[in-house]
């Protein structure tokens, strides 16, 4: 029997599109899966409500685009980079307003930052990247709420990470979850694996302005985390304005706290050839 081959190539194309009607359209369904949005690339990004975000699964080469996204800068601006526009947050009332020093800081122009942790991480980073914007520095911001030491010591390929960024100083912002171990001691293989990860790169530990006396985390992290620079930002910031749950820093505490980094930073920095991030170490 002999068949009409344009008949046949009719009733197939109508078959894919009736598939497709009910898939909700082919065309999108392979643009999902052939391309990811900032949202679902972006790293521990935490919902409206400050609930715990699902940490979508991406590949290394999904995450390593997101850093390269640079969003339109304003008019008359340097030209620096800055981080993608993260979904609104919860505005803070007019109570909560604190004021901060504006004075600008001067850091090395055309270096890159590489920031990564926990929730805290998540709160400081961008007010930190707008302020290195201001001296053309590049901020790359990784964060994954309610994650630990031992998750980015060994559950994340921070290696990689460090090799693909090729950041020129590297912060580290984790503890906040742990600050009630009953044996913290526990913690300092994980932090000197997670340190020997950065192989020798200019970093600092940011450790988390605590709410609560800790169990002697924080002196651990202290003890382990050379050849990085540790930042007690507990000692540093006193009546730290903070959210509803009396945990994380509320918008104009991340800009208080931004600004105790900064400046710690700028004191810090001991430039030498080829290293222009490099930090004194103790406290």
């Known amino acids: 029997m002999q068949i009409n081959r344009q008949k046949l190539q009719n009733l197939a194309y ?22 990811a949005s900032p949202e679902n690339i972006r790293v521990g990004l935490e919902s409206p409500s400050h609930a715990p975000a699902q940490i979508p699964s991406v590949s290394p080469q999904a995450v390593q685009r997101e850093s390269v996204v640079a969003e339109p800068l304003p008019s008359g601006s340097k030209g620096a980079w800055l981080p993608p526009r993260e979904p609104p947050r919860r505005i803070e009332t007019a109570s909560e307003h604190v004021e901060v020093d504006t004075k600008d800081f001067e850091f090395p122009a055309g270096t890159l930052v590489l920031h990564f942790g926990d929730s805290f991480a998540g709160a400081l980073g961008p007010a930190l990247n707008r302020e290195f ?10 964060y994954e709420t309610s994650s630990y030491i031992t998750t980015w010591a060994w559950d994340r390929d921070v290696e990689r ?4 960024a090729n950041p020129d100083l590297v912060l580290i912002t984790l503890g906040a979850n ?18 020997s990860q950065l192989r020798g790169r ?16 924080m002196q651990v992290v202290h003890d382990n985390c050379a050849p990085c620079a540790f930042l007690d930002s507990t000692a540093q910031v006193s009546d730290l304005p903070r959210k509803k749950d009396g945990i994380h820093p509320s918008k104009p505490g991340q800009e208080v706290w931004a600004k105790v980094v900064l400046e710690w930073l700028s004191k810090r920095r001991s430039p030498t050839p080829g290293r222009p991030w490099n930090l004194l170490t103790g406290y």
Do not use: T
């Open 14 to 35: 109508a078959g894919v599109m009736a598939g497709c009607g009910l898939g909700a359209g082919c065309a999108h369904s392979e643009l999902g899966r052939a391309s």
């Open 133 to 142: 914007a201001k001296s053309e520095v590049r901020g790359i911001l990784r």
């Open 161 to 164: 990470e460090v090799a693909n």
């Open 178 to 195: 742990e600050v009630e171990l009953i044996n913290p001691a526990q913690r300092a293989p994980a932090i000197r694996r997670l340190v």
């Open 202 to 217: 200019p970093c600092a530990w940011i450790a988390p302005p605590l709410w609560e006396q800790d169990s002697g985390l």
